[in-house]
């Protein structure tokens, strides 16, 4: 009996100095593990991006939900710098990442309206249904991810020569990221 109460008594100290070292760990226990909806690959016809010769990026979006799906999101293309202190900061700098929105149904950028809030597309996915778009980065608007302006210019004009991960990202009620690829801007 006096053990049961010791092991109980050293059970619940540990716990109240996890949760005092560390007051997120109280959060973790409850976080649930949210089921996947999307999985996004992309892959690229040349590593090389330059105005003489288009790049095409093809990316494939697939349902594993489950069941039908409506995913009303921004989708985007992000360059990230691949440097040891861009990947430090955690892409956090002006200069560490460029982004260009777009209308994946039109195979076009996203256009921001003259008023209004952010336009989200939707995107319609049968159950298991495997959808493929092509895009030319040269083609689209494209800005720099910490700047406060809607991307509206050339990937040339804006985007700096040297080494990038290329990704293709759904920011919709959750997040989902594809794999990345070495490019090089030039």
């Known amino acids: ?3 049961q109460f010791v ?3 050293t059970f ?3 716990l109240t100095a996890v949760l005092f070292i560390n007051p997120d760990a109280a959060q973790l226990r409850i976080k649930v593990a949210r089921p996947q909806l999307l999985k996004c690959k992309i892959t690229v016809d040349s590593a090389s991006i330059n105005p003489e010769h288009p790049a095409t990026v093809s990316v494939t979006v697939e349902n594993v939900s489950g069941g039908e799906l409506d995913l009303k999101a921004v989708y985007s293309f992000e360059l990230l710098t691949v440097s040891a202190q861009a990947r430090a900061r955690d892409f956090s700098e002006l200069g560490d ?3 260009s929105p ?3 149904s039109r195979g076009e950028s996203l256009r921001l309206p003259v008023k209004g809030p952010v336009p989200k597309v939707l995107l319609h996915l049968k159950r298991d249904e495997v959808k493929s778009f092509r895009f030319d980065p040269a083609k689209l608007l494209w800005n720099a991810t910490m700047r406060s302006i809607w991307p509206h210019e050339n990937l040339f004009a804006v985007v700096p020569k040297g080494s990038y991960w290329l990704v293709f990202k759904v ?3 959750r997040e989902t990221i ?3 690829i070495e490019v090089v801007v030039e």
Do not use: E
Request: glycine content about 4%.
């Open 102 to 104: 777009l209308d994946i």
């Open 178 to 180: 594809s794999n990345k």
């Open 12 to 14: 619940a100290f540990s």
């Open 171 to 173: 920011s919709g009620n």
């Open 97 to 99: 990442s460029y982004w």
């Open 1 to 3: 009996m006096a053990k």
């Open 7 to 9: 092991i109980r008594v």
